[in-house]
């Protein structure tokens, strides 16, 4: 016996929880494109699974500018106002399960040598329902990593689209319960995801060539094309470096962190001018070694879901998947000779 | 096409009048096109020409990585030669330095979400009235087919595309226009990809990037994302040849190749000037002539 919702229950349930006083946060278009954004009215969010969004949920959790604390200063007197904790309720509908699945790689970076509240709060809040995936696109390779289009990891409740528009509905944790509770029908019908993306590399192998290869040419030679931008990792949702910044006036202002990316010059660059990552290749090498060596080490996950975003909003058609397919390339050939 | 571009590129590295070329290959996931390298002769059907080459290659010429490759052949459409001649006139290039390859282009298609090309040709393309690159070393393709492209093209040039869109713009009013802007803006996230794929965005440290005071926001607020796209259109009036790179790049789908004409389009229409048509013209902001209209420079 399965359970089923309806397209309009599952409004209904959503405008009930924007009434009240919920966050919600569904998949929207502006334009053409499909955006992840907090909604006031649940006619704005889109329902259907897709492949494609502007943006991961990352930033509903990891928000791309974030206030620390304010500061105002009177005489030599600093005021110091700490940035009130994330305290509503949170619901985000629609995402992909790559997408969620990058929320428990984040949990232990976030409550490692300093507990984040500000990611923290915002995990404890809030409830992930993500949508089955009924297609897969060539940037698609969650398979290679662990991941799956009907994948629960991370997820509150899964969402398996049916051809008469609604959906069936599993829930995975007490907090999808408590969303869906009341609000399902039972049913003899059941969902199904698509198949499931196909690969052609190991990422294992390529993880291990990488241990050996920290001064291969081939670092140089696959990035000569990256000009050094950050949408692969703003769109990444699992990149989760940020820089500390003030702004405001010398009297008043705040510190803010804001998301950065290790694939600028400026990521590494001191104050003396030297820079420990000169080159687009050591950078690239860097993102591809934190991804599968590095946070693997210490937190037993690789820092990527096979969503395929960073390959699929890069302006010069690089991106995680082809570094992995040329990677592949040379790891077959050394393990070969 | 494709092969007489081979085949030059092949001589040019045998010979070598080059040490690299700077062209398009199908480099991405499901053979998507974007940059590639190649220094070696025998490597050259890894080049490709076709209507997915959306990028403007002149970005790598001062790329440190690329520049230690040695001298460069570059392959353009008419739209990237223009960048590449605003690099020399702006003294970061020279001409002699740069073998450059000029490619006729009949038009590039737009990419869907999904980056599938879509069959619709680029707003520029639309009112593209250059279809051969000029100041090149060396063109490939039928002249005289670009010719008459150009042709087809010329009338309604400044009605159609993405001049169609600044019309559209010009006839909101100024409130509805500063929303419009807003939501573009909202949508940034601060990525740089726009100045990164930018050809023209060249400055070793720009001043986004400035911390020493911090002279705009690095944040992706509105008001920082504000500052940003407005500061960087204006660093690049009178200089953006209109070849859409920033817009292509950007993962927001932000129509910054619009702000950026509607700077082009007044440096036109005022100075009669269009940046990139001639080799050691001098830049429009840097220059006067007695002929400009406001009075306060006589």
Redesign the interface.
């Given at each position: 016996m399965s359970h089923i919702i309806t397209l309009e229950q599952l409004k209904k349930t959503l405008a009930d929880k924007i009434s009240s006083g919920a966050q919600v946060v569904a998949p929207t278009l502006?334009?053409?494109?499909?955006?992840f954004q907090k909604i006031d009215d649940v006619n704005q969010a889109v329902l259907e699974p897709r492949?494609?969004f502007?943006?991961s949920i990352k930033e509903f959790f990891f928000p791309?500018?974030e206030t620390i604390f304010s500061f105002v200063r009177q005489g030599s007197d600093v005021q110091l106002v700490d940035a009130p904790e994330f305290d509503v309720e949170q619901i985000v509908v629609g995402a992909r399960p790559c997408d969620a699945a990058s929320l428990p790689i984040l949990d232990p970076l976030f409550a490692w040598d300093y507990q984040d509240r500000f990611f923290q709060s915002r995990r404890a809040k809030s409830t992930v329902v993500v949508f089955a995936c009924k297609t897969s696109?060539?940037?698609c390779f969650c398979t290679a990593v662990g991941g799956a289009p009907d994948s629960t990891n991370g997820a509150d409740a899964i969402l398996f689209a049916l051809d008469d528009g609604s959906f069936e509905v599993r829930c995975v944790t007490d907090k999808g319960k408590a969303l869906f509770s009341g609000k399902t029908q039972e049913s003899d019908k059941t969902g199904a995801a698509c198949a499931p993306p196909s690969v052609d590399f190991d990422v294992e192998k390529i993880a291990t060539w990488i241990r050996g290869n920290f001064a291969s040419p081939v670092w140089?030679e696959i990035?000569?094309?990256c000009?050094?931008?950050?949408?692969c990792?703003?769109?990444c949702p699992t990149c989760h470096c940020f820089?500390i910044?003030?702004?405001g006036s010398y009297s008043k202002g705040k510190r803010?962190k804001?998301?950065d990316?290790c694939q600028?010059v400026?990521f590494t660059l001191h104050a003396s001018g030297h820079n420990p990552r000169a080159?687009?290749?050591a950078r690239q090498r860097q993102r591809m070694m934190h991804k599968f060596v590095i946070y693997p080490d210490k937190f037993n996950a690789k820092l990527c879901t096979g969503c395929?975003a960073c390959?699929?909003?890069?302006?010069?058609?690089?991106?995680v998947?082809?570094a992995l397919e040329e990677l592949a390339k040379v790891a077959n050939q050394s393990e070969n000779n | 096409m494709e092969t007489e571009l081979r085949n030059a590129i092949r001589k040019l590295l045998e010979e070598k009048t080059v040490d690299v070329a700077i062209g398009y290959g199908r480099v991405g996931v499901n053979g998507a096109v974007g940059a590639t390298f190649v220094t070696n002769p025998d490597d050259v059907d890894r080049l490709v020409w076709n209507n997915e080459c959306r990028q403007n290659l002149a970005t790598h010429l001062t790329r440190a990585e690329i520049k230690k490759l040695g001298k460069p052949a570059i392959v353009v459409k008419a739209c990237d030669a223009r960048a590449v001649v605003v690099l020399c006139n702006e003294a970061q290039i020279k001409r002699e330095d740069v073998y450059v390859i000029g490619v006729v282009c009949d038009g590039i298609e737009t990419a869907d979400a999904a980056g599938n090309k879509t069959g619709a040709l680029m707003g520029k393309c639309l009112s593209c009235v250059e279809h051969a690159a000029k100041n090149v070393d060396l063109l490939i393709g039928d002249e005289a087919a670009a010719k008459a492209l150009d042709e087809k093209n010329a009338p309604n040039a400044k009605s159609v595309g993405h001049y169609e869109k600044l019309a559209k713009l010009r006839a909101m009013s100024q409130k509805e226009r500063f929303e419009y802007w807003r939501e573009q803006f909202s949508k940034c996230i601060r990525c740089h990809a726009c100045r990164q794929n930018c050809p023209l965005c060249y400055c070793n440290r720009c001043v986004a990037d400035k911390n020493r005071p911090t002279r705009i926001d690095t944040s992706s607020s509105l008001k920082g994302n504000f500052a940003w796209n407005i500061l960087r259109a204006f660093h690049l009036a009178g200089r953006c040849v209109g070849c859409g790179a920033c817009a292509a790049a950007c993962p927001a789908g932000i129509e910054l190749d619009l702000l950026n004409l509607t700077l082009a389009n007044a440096a036109e229409d005022q100075f009669g000037y269009v940046s990139g048509k001639e080799l050691g013209e001098l830049p429009l902001i840097g220059t006067y002539s007695p002929t400009d209209k406001e009075e306060f420079i006589r």
């Open positions: 502006r334009g053409e494109l499909a955006f492949v494609r502007q943006n791309r500018h696109d060539a940037h140089e990035s000569y094309r000009v050094g931008c950050g949408a990792a703003f769109v820089d910044v003030d702004e803010v804001n998301w990316s600028t400026l080159t687009q290749g395929g390959s699929r909003s890069c302006g010069v058609s690089f991106g998947r082809p | -």
